[in-house]
């Protein structure tokens, strides 16, 4: 994720939180760079429309075999390819329907990436 967007800081600090995260101190890392990079005012109700898109994300990709998404690609290593990108981001840009989808093409990528390959 190349461009700086609210979405997409957003994203990736809540792409760390887990069941056992602080909330408050991810939230607060959030609002020092929205200010940072002047994008507005946090907004609580947004943030957690996209901490559902990334906990919807986390599922489908750690299920792996289970996710109507993923197919083997033929290295022996995790790889990008084993998801079909294209059709998540129909899917989840019709389902999140508020994210710009050139963010969420970059959310998809970054999830796998972290949730995956990592």
Request: glycine share 2%; with cysteine.
């Amino acid at each position: 994720m190349n461009r700086q967007t609210y979405d997409s800081i957003c994203f990736t600090e809540l792409a760390y939180e887990f069941d056992f995260s602080d909330n408050k101190e991810i939230e607060k890392k959030i609002k020092r760079r929205l200010k940072h990079h002047k994008l507005g005012d946090f907004k609580q109700e947004r943030i957690d429309y996209i901490r559902r898109l990334k906990n919807d994300l986390y599922s489908e990709i750690t299920s792996q075999k289970k996710s109507k998404y993923f197919h083997k690609s033929k290295p022996n290593f995790a790889d990008l390819a084993d998801f079909n990108f294209e059709r998540m981001t129909e899917d989840y840009h019709n389902k999140y329907e508020n994210i710009d989808k050139e963010d969420l093409k970059g959310m998809i990528n970054f999830a796998i990436y972290l949730y995956h390959m990592r």
